[in-house]
């Protein structure tokens, strides 16, 4: 399946978002053409496909990948593991139709692709290597860097920043090991990140690319214990978001992480805390009008991001070793 580095980007781990805060960047192709606007029976459909999938339900969980993009939900993680359903279930053809709608939306992660044990039925199929081609491509559309030594460090910064949080999850945040692990990692990253942005500015989208922008901003969303820096990088960020080379997604995440960390309300409801053994937002500013917010930026309503860690729960719990 999908690996979860734009999921638990989300999560509000200790120090914790594709995706997701920081999803994918649609391809090229796609992006001037307007999405279908997802319904919310689309959305609960997504997430509960993702859910069944990640317990091995292929079957169940097939019907509702299914529906959820005819409503609407054109998410390249989405269609990727429909992909894999599809194929575990031995269903070819379906299953390249969904690789194809996954490198529509965008999806890059060629190398996850490669090694994917799900797909080992499709690989063999007319048509395979060509998708596998265009993903190839998307990733070295989002690679593409002026500055590539220091992209490299910042994705294998962010690779090491989600193994970690993964470790974590997976002992219900109980390791304590991980928890230190988790704490050096943080302070080792605030710390590089933090020279970086003096030598050179904000690594933008023409710096470094798309994926490893996408990873600093991860880094200074988990910088928790250096607030003044995080307080210091989110201008940086509106005016990337501004130009065009930054999303207004994380920019929103950035921006509760900010207001939450210095005592005051946040804005879009991004940061969650458990509450009686559910997931609940941290206080909040102006309750009732948080999902005109939350979708003026792209995000879905409260409730589904409720609903969406739940999810991720489950999912990280079923792929413990």
Not at 82 to 100: F, I, T, V
Not at 135 to 141: D, L, N, R
Not at 146 to 168: C, H, K, N, Y
Request: with cysteine; charged share 25%.
């Amino acid at each position: 399946m999908r690996r979860l580095v734009i999921l638990l980007a989300a999560l509000n781990l200790a120090a914790c978002a594709h995706s997701s805060g920081g999803a994918a960047t649609p391809a090229e192709a796609q992006a001037a053409a307007p999405k279908p606007v997802a319904t919310p029976e689309a959305r609960k459909a997504a997430m509960e496909a993702t859910g069944l999938a990640a317990a091995g339900n292929n079957e169940a969980a097939l019907p509702l990948f299914r529906a959820a993009w005819e409503g609407g939900v054109r998410s390249n993680n989405m269609a990727y593991n429909a992909a894999c359903a599809a194929s575990l279930l031995n269903q070819g053809e379906e299953a390249l139709m969904w690789l194809g709608r996954a490198a529509d939306e965008g999806f890059e992660d060629v190398a996850h692709m490669k090694k994917d044990t799900d797909l080992d039925n499709v690989r063999g199929l007319p048509g395979f290597a060509a998708v596998e081609k265009r993903v190839a491509e998307e990733e070295a559309k989002q690679l593409k860097a002026a500055d590539p030594a220091l992209r490299d460090e910042l994705l294998s910064r962010m690779e090491v920043d989600q193994q970690v949080r993964m470790t974590l999850m997976k002992s219900n945040f109980q390791d304590e090991a991980a928890k230190k692990k988790l704490e050096e990692v943080d302070a080792s990253n605030t710390a590089w990140l933090k020279d970086v942005i003096a030598k050179k500015g904000w690594p933008g989208q023409a710096l470094v690319g798309k994926k490893a922008s996408f990873a600093a901003w991860l880094l200074v969303q988990h910088a928790d214990k250096d607030v003044a820096f995080q307080e210091q990088v989110l201008p940086m960020l509106e005016q990337a978001v501004a130009r065009g080379e930054g999303s207004k997604q994380n920019l929103a995440y950035l921006t509760d992480r900010v207001l939450v960390n210095t005592g005051k309300p946040q804005r879009y409801g991004t940061q969650m805390e458990e509450v009686n053994g559910q997931m609940e937002p941290k206080n909040l500013e102006d309750p009732a009008n948080v999902d005109a917010r939350r979708a003026a930026v792209g995000l879905g309503t409260m409730e589904e991001y409720k609903a969406s860690f739940e999810a991720m729960r489950r999912q990280a719990a079923e792929q413990k070793p």
